[in-house]
Nanobody, 118 residues
């Protein structure tokens, strides 16, 4: 059984920093993409950043220059370093793993709340 668990969310002030972690367990394809999504109140879920098994990254324009995604395969963990946080970043952040195998599965974490005070 595959499980993804996020941690690191919390309450921070504008301009502060936070690092989210997502640790996964279970039998997972070695060829995959892991990503961070977020969903604010009354908004759609949007991609924040993603990183492939080989290290290729994509970052949303809204957080470019402020957020960095990375992964440590030895620790089965993906990170999202968030700097210069703004109130607009307030959302539930979800970790996702997607197999790149054709027709392969995807998995979601339970989400972690990030709140940025103004």
């Amino acid at each position: 059984q595959v499980q993804l668990v996020e941690s690191g969310g919390g309450l921070v002030q504008t301009g502060g920093s936070l690092r989210l972690s997502c640790t996964f367990s279970g039998s997972i394809s070695s060829i995959n993409v892991m990503g961070w999504y977020r969903q604010g109140p009354g908004k759609h879920r949007e991609l924040v950043a993603s990183i492939s098994s080989s290290g290729t990254t994509n970052v949303a324009d809204s957080v470019k220059g402020r957020f960095t995604i990375s992964r440590d395969n030895a620790k089965n963990t993906v990170y999202l370093q968030m700097n210069s946080l703004k109130p607009e970043d307030t959302a539930v952040y979800y970790c996702q793993m997607r197999s790149q195998e054709m027709g392969g599965p995807l998995y979601w974490g339970q989400g972690t709340q990030v709140t940025v005070s103004s």
